[in-house]
């Protein structure tokens, strides 16, 4: 986890800092995600995972799947999406 005083910095720096900061961490990111998925690509999930994304070879690059989860507005501070997630399965399989 990363410390209070370097959370602190961070949103102190200017936005072109900023910016260079997110460029980095995403090029490093996307090179142990492609790292990562050429070791899972010989684990016995990698199969399933292919035919869930319904692609062939190789899961898809990181930048594709960047905002999958995003939504429109903020999540609230209280929110507890595992209610949600159980409305959503009974409601599924009942």
Avoid: C
Wanted: charged content about 25%; glycine content about 6%.
């Amino acid at each position: 986890m990363l410390s209070d005083d370097l959370m602190t910095t961070i949103q102190r720096l200017p936005l072109n800092e900023k910016v260079a900061l997110l460029d980095v961490l995403m090029r490093t990111i996307n090179e142990d995600v492609r790292h990562a998925s050429s070791e899972a690509t010989t684990s016995p999930d990698a199969e399933h995972v292919r035919k869930m994304l319904g692609r062939e070879g190789q899961p898809p690059p990181f930048e594709e799947l960047q905002g999958i989860l995003a939504t429109g507005s903020p999540v609230p501070a209280g929110y507890d999406w595992k209610d949600d997630y159980t409305d959503y399965l009974t409601q599924k399989y009942a």
